[in-house]
């Protein structure tokens, strides 16, 4: 049990470090997009794909980048880049050329100065532990990047409430999109 409490204790230290009305504003950025886009590698991708599975539940038109079903990002849309070490090269490319198409693009990372936080527009900084340990993230008694990953999920679960409040989605309109042939 004890290891379970750090680990709570750690997401808890990493959490309280992140301003809630930035996460509110990215809701609504959310809200005001044509198309949201989605990208991340790794377990982060998992944390990406997540967020964007609980967008589709709340009304959002939502794309996972590297689908086989994703069309081409448009200047009217958004893209979330989600990488802990913002130097996660797939991603970087993507943030970059969205950039270049006049998407606004929001980075998901532990990194300001990173190359992936060179080409947002705007940048959720989530102090966690990665892969590539520093003095600037929390430290962590877990492998790699979990604890980064862990925080990514409890922050896009966050403005996923924000988001649905906009989008006047109850419990029951979401469980309406979720998925019916399980």
Do not use: W
């Not at 409490?5 to 009305?21: A, F, G, H, P």
């Not at 990488?83 to 991603?91: D, E, I, N, R």
């Not at 990372?109 to 947002?120: G, M, Q, R, V």
């Amino acid at each position: 049990m004890r290891k379970l409490n750090n680990v709570l204790k750690e997401i808890e230290k990493v959490i309280n470090k992140i301003d809630q009305q930035h996460l509110d504003d990215i809701a609504c950025s959310l809200h005001r997009a044509k198309r949201i886009f989605v990208i991340g590698e790794g377990r982060s991708g998992l944390m990406a794909k997540s967020f964007a599975m609980r967008l589709m539940h709340l009304g959002a038109t939502v794309f996972v980048v590297g689908e086989t079903i994703t069309p081409s990002i448009t200047k009217n849309d958004l893209l979330i880049a989600v990488s802990g070490s913002g130097k996660t090269q797939q991603v970087v490319t993507v943030a970059q050329k969205s950039k270049q198409l006049g998407c606004s693009v929001i980075a998901v990372t532990t990194n300001f100065a990173s190359p992936l936080s060179e080409h947002a527009t705007e940048v959720v900084h989530i102090p966690a532990a990665t892969k590539y340990r520093n003095e600037n993230e929390a430290p962590s008694i877990q492998p790699l990047g979990s604890l980064f990953d862990q925080c990514a999920h409890v922050v896009f679960d966050t403005i996923c409430l924000e988001y649905g409040q906009l989008n006047q989605v109850s419990h029951s309109d979401a469980f309406q999109q979720h998925s019916n042939l399980e």
